[in-house]
């Protein structure tokens, strides 16, 4: 399986609001596309990747000090680029599971079609 596929099936499994929700009340780093970095405790995730934390910390305060006084947000899934996940909360072998699956329900679509 090449690199760019396994990326593929990983962000569809990651991208699924249910793996996300077995995160609630899991403290995650939320990276945002204008590089803002945000960790705080999860308190909701929905279909669209909005995202409620709690006791925010901004990872680089000295840079935005307008957000120090923020304890909680809501961020639209839009402005997500990336969601740091506690190394404790993630099932490497369901994930290597699902990529095999997934490749191979690739390979036979590739041979029927």
């Known amino acids: 399986m090449n690199a760019r596929h396994f990326s593929s099936v990983v962000q569809h499994i990651l991208t699924s609001s249910s793996f996300f929700k077995t995160l609630i009340d899991h403290e995650v780093t939320v990276e945002l596309k204008n590089d803002i ?3 705080g ?14 006791n925010i910390q901004v990872v680089e305060e000295l840079k935005y000090p ?3 006084a923020v304890k909680n ?3 639209r899934g839009s ?9 404790e909360s993630v099932d490497i072998q369901l994930l290597e599971d699902a990529t095999r699956r997934e490749a191979a329900n690739q390979a036979t679509k590739a041979k029927q079609g």
């Open 73 to 75: 947000v809501f961020i």
């Open 79 to 87: 402005v997500v680029r990336y969601v740091h996940l506690p190394q």
């Open 66 to 68: 307008h957000l120090s």
């Open 37 to 39: 970095q945000i960790r």
């Open 41 to 54: 405790v999860l308190k909701s995730v929905d279909q669209f990747l909005n995202i409620k934390l709690d």
